[in-house]
């Protein structure tokens, strides 16, 4: 990797652990340059200005992780409930990048930044999507394998599953407690054996 390319690598790792423990409004450039040991001028010859830095941290931070987390579990093959379950379970238990106490770096991104910045909320809403998606894969597979049942509308049972994956980090943000992800799953493990 070229020195310029590791210098912009660097720059959205530690401002995306910025603006993952403080937010994204409250997280300034100099804050940035703080942490990362770099100019203004390195700062503004890789981005004309912090949403620009923001779109890339989605872009080239988040989507790599979000799809190693998010989407190739469910394309493991398998049992569906467990599946889902199981890429859930590690999500909110195991996962060492996503901390009870900040919540979701996706969700905090749209609450603060969707409703001002069209740019923002097209990337965010790939990420979603994509998820979606993804979901609503594993469950037709699902129907296909025969542990689902045809009748099951998987769009609906996958903005469900996200609903709850979005408020229960919420919830844990406010608690700053991993036990009320163990409710949370108890109740989706109840949910999704209904699917069978």
């Not at 203004?40 to 992780?65: C, Q, R, T, V």
């Not at 049992?79 to 199981?86: A, H, L, M, P, V």
Request: with cysteine; hydrophobic share 40%.
């Amino acid at each position: 990797m070229k020195k310029a390319a590791i210098t912009r690598l660097n720059i959205l790792q530690k401002a995306f652990e910025l603006i993952y423990e403080k937010g994204y409004l409250t997280t300034s450039i100099d804050e940035i340059l703080a942490t990362t040991a770099v100019t203004k001028g390195a700062f503004y010859y890789h981005f004309k200005n912090k949403d620009e830095m923001g779109i890339a941290i989605i872009n080239e931070l988040l989507k790599p992780s979000f799809k190693a987390t998010f989407l190739t579990p469910l394309q493991s093959g398998g049992d569906t409930i467990q599946t889902i379950y199981d890429m859930m379970r590690e999500i909110l238990m195991d996962n060492e990048i996503l901390k009870v106490e900040y919540g979701c770096p996706a969700s905090n991104l749209t609450q603060e930044m969707a409703p001002w910045n069209a740019e923002f909320t097209k990337a965010l809403n790939d990420l979603s999507l994509e998820w979606k998606d993804a979901i609503i894969g594993c469950i037709e597979n699902g129907k296909k394998e025969g542990n689902i049942r045809p009748e099951v509308k998987a769009e609906q049972v996958a903005i469900f599953i996200m609903s709850g994956y979005w408020g229960i980090r919420n919830i844990g943000k406010l608690s700053n407690s991993k036990s009320v992800y163990l409710v949370y799953l108890q109740q989706l493990k109840d949910y999704l054996e209904t699917l069978r």
